[in-house]
């Protein structure tokens, strides 16, 4: 009986939290995107593409980031060239909730909880940003390749993260490592 409280347990912390932080996230998201009368997308979104080309220009790239006209989100360009766009979705912003949930579900001390969620969500933040400039830049340079690098490289960068990252909690931090 003990296991099955711990797993109700385990449940209801993670989807509390995550259709809190969910609702919280929406609620930004109403306010701080609009497509009237011109796009433009949240500012989360924005400031992702805005650093995804600073981390360009630093290997020597002339990157550039303009907002898309006729959509919720940011072009990308490599040399004056479309590369990619970056939609909310791109953000990290959603995958840092998943994140986010898993850890107060697993909740270790409430010291380490707290440092580890925001250290683990900078990490995943700075890691997204790193593969959304890796993905731009193969596409400049592979373009038949954009599926691939797309469909299997860019999510397997940032899921490898961040079960990585869970493996890591529940095995050094988490009360349930017992």
């Given at each position: 009986m003990n296991k099955h409280k711990k797993v109700v347990i385990f449940l209801i912390r993670f989807f509390v939290t995550y259709?809190?932080?969910?609702?919280?996230?929406?609620t930004y998201l109403k306010n701080?995107?609009?497509k009237k009368p011109v796009f433009k997308t949240?500012?989360?979104?924005?400031?992702?593409a805005n650093q995804t080309v600073f981390l360009l220009d630093i290997f020597k790239l002339n990157a550039n980031a303009i907002q898309h006209e006729?959509?919720?989100?940011?072009?990308?360009?490599?040399?004056?060239?479309?590369?990619?766009?970056?939609?909310?979705?791109?953000?990290?912003?959603?995958?840092?909730?998943?994140?986010?949930?898993?850890?107060?579900?697993?909740a270790g001390s409430v010291k380490a909880t707290i440092i580890?969620?925001?250290?683990?969500?900078?990490f995943i933040y700075g890691i997204n940003v790193a593969r959304i400039a890796f993905l731009s830049f193969m596409i400049y340079k592979y373009p038949n390749q954009q599926d691939l690098l797309h469909n299997l490289v860019f999510p397997a960068?940032?899921?490898?993260?961040?079960?990585?990252l869970w493996v890591i909690w529940v095995n050094k931090f988490s009360k349930y490592k017992e």
């Open positions: 259709a809190l932080l969910f609702v919280i996230y929406a701080s995107q609009q949240a500012s989360v979104t924005t400031l992702v006729k959509e919720l989100s940011v072009k990308l360009l490599i040399n004056n060239k479309y590369t990619a766009r970056v939609i909310e979705g791109c953000n990290s912003i959603s995958i840092i909730i998943l994140f986010i949930a898993f850890i107060i579900a697993f580890y969620t925001l250290l683990g969500s900078a960068i940032i899921y490898g993260a961040v079960f990585l």
